[in-house]
C-alpha cells in the first residue's frame, strides 16, 4: 500500500510540475504583412516605413543592419540570450519574422515568451513612430 501511496504521489508531482517547464514556451509571433497605418492619414514612402521600423528595433536595443530597400535584419543579445529577426517593408505593409536564436527553447515551432514579448515591443514602438507621421 505505501509503495502505490508513494509512485502516486511521485506520478502527481510530475503531473504538477511538466506543464512549468513548458509554460515557459509559446508558439512563435511573426508579424506578416501588417498594413501600415499613419496619423495624417497621408501615404507614407517605403523610406518612411524603414526608418520607423529601424528606430523602433533600435529604441528596444537590438542591432540593425539594412540588408537592401526593403529589408533589414535585426539582432539583439540579452544577457547569455540572442535572437535575430528579418524585418521587411513597403510603403504599405511590414512584417518581422522569426530568423534564428541562441538559449531561447526555440524547437521549430516554439520559443521563449520572452522573445514574443521583444517582437511585440518592437511592433507597438513601430506602429507609434507610423502613426507620428
Known amino acids: 500500500m505505501t509503495r502505490f501511496v508513494g509512485l502516486s504521489l511521485i506520478a502527481l508531482l ?14 512563435v509571433y511573426n508579424i506578416v504583412d501588417k498594413p501600415v497605418r499613419s496619423g495624417s ?8 516605413v524603414g526608418e520607423a521600423l529601424a528606430a523602433a528595433a ?6 540593425v543592419e539594412e540588408v537592401e530597400p526593403g529589408y533589414m535584419k535585426a539582432q539583439i543579445v540579452v ?5 535575430a529577426i528579418d ?3 513597403t510603403a ?3 512584417s518581422i519574422t522569426y530568423r534564428d536564436s ?5 524547437d521549430g515551432k516554439k520559443i521563449h515568451r520572452n522573445y514574443n514579448k521583444w517582437i ?11 502613426l507620428r507621421l
Do not use: C, M
Not at 533600435?58 to 542591432?63: D, G, L, N, V
Not at 544577457?79 to 535572437?83: E, G, L, Q, S, V
Open 14 to 27: 510530475s503531473l504538477l510540475f511538466a506543464p512549468t517547464a513548458d509554460a515557459r514556451t509559446q508558439p
Open 41 to 48: 492619414g497621408n501615404q507614407l514612402t517605403q523610406e518612411q
Open 58 to 63: 533600435r529604441y528596444k536595443r537590438w542591432t
Open 79 to 83: 544577457r547569455k540570450h540572442f535572437a
Open 87 to 89: 524585418i521587411r517593408y
Open 92 to 94: 504599405s505593409t511590414y
Open 102 to 106: 541562441e538559449v531561447l527553447k526555440y
Open 120 to 130: 511585440k515591443l518592437i511592433e507597438q514602438e513601430a506602429d507609434d513612430n507610423l
